[in-house]
């Protein structure tokens, strides 16, 4: 079945430094890709995705680019914010499924 | 656009009691999911609607669980003889026809037994 891996965390950093946030997957067929940020106390946000091979979602200064050689969707941030810590979430979607499968999660906190 | 509504946001209650969750999709969206969130876990998939048909349910969603989208527009999650097992954060999220449609969360209704 399909699955999602993440890097475990949490993974702390300072302010502007560089963020990779490691994800593959394994699915069947062609998935879609995203990843989502969860606030404490909130509910997900959908933060990028990609749909196809080679796609790169972004927003926010956060990209990932869909690599399916390597079966690979890694988040990215090249100067990381004090407000951007939060919980990551990979997720894929397949066109015949109706869910979303996500990874563990991996929480992110930035210091000053 | 008000995003997904969610309701109640917090429920504690007694082992073997019943409780019901509400959420409101965003209002064109006509597919809504249940999910469910154990801390340090991604939320893992409960049930899908498509207006008012429930068109999948997870292996997770025992015999005590029910949800039900009457007129294709909220939908309610009930547990019945709630268990320990059963505190966790329900989030419900919402999307548009179309395959290349994201999938909108609310704020989770956190469910903790007593």
């Known amino acids: 079945g399909d699955s999602v891996t993440q890097m475990e965390g949490p993974v702390t950093l300072s302010e502007e430094a560089f963020l990779t946030i490691n994800c593959t997957y394994t699915?069947?067929?062609?998935?879609?890709l995203f990843w989502y940020v969860q606030y404490p106390g909130e509910g997900l946000q959908l933060l990028l995705k990609a749909t196809k091979a080679d796609d790169k979602g972004s927003n926010k200064g956060f990209e990932a680019t869909y690599r399916k050689e390597t079966t690979s969707f890694h988040l990215e941030k090249g100067s990381v914010q004090v407000s951007d810590s939060a919980v990551y979430f990979c997720a894929l979607h397949t066109g015949t499924a109706s869910k979303l499968t996500f990874g563990t999660g991996t929480r992110l906190q930035v210091t000053l | 656009d008000t995003g997904v509504s969610q309701d109640p946001r917090h429920k504690i209650t007694k082992r073997g009691q019943n409780v019901t969750f509400r959420c409101d999709p965003i209002s064109e969206h006509n597919r809504l999911y249940w999910y469910r969130q154990t801390l340090g876990q991604g939320p893992e998939f409960l049930t899908y609607?498509?207006?008012?048909?429930?068109?999948?349910k997870s292996r997770l969603l025992s015999d005590r669980f029910s949800a039900e989208r009457p007129k294709g527009s909220f939908s309610t999650l009930e547990i019945q003889r709630t268990e320990q097992g059963d505190s966790a954060m329900y989030l419900c999220?919402?999307?548009?026809?179309?395959?290349?449609?994201?999938?909108?969360f609310g704020d989770g209704t956190r469910l903790s037994i007593l």
């Open positions: 999220a919402s999307s548009g026809p179309g395959q290349g449609s994201s999938q909108h």
């Open positions: 699915a069947t067929g062609y998935p879609s």
């Open positions: 609607f498509q207006n008012e048909a429930q068109l999948e």
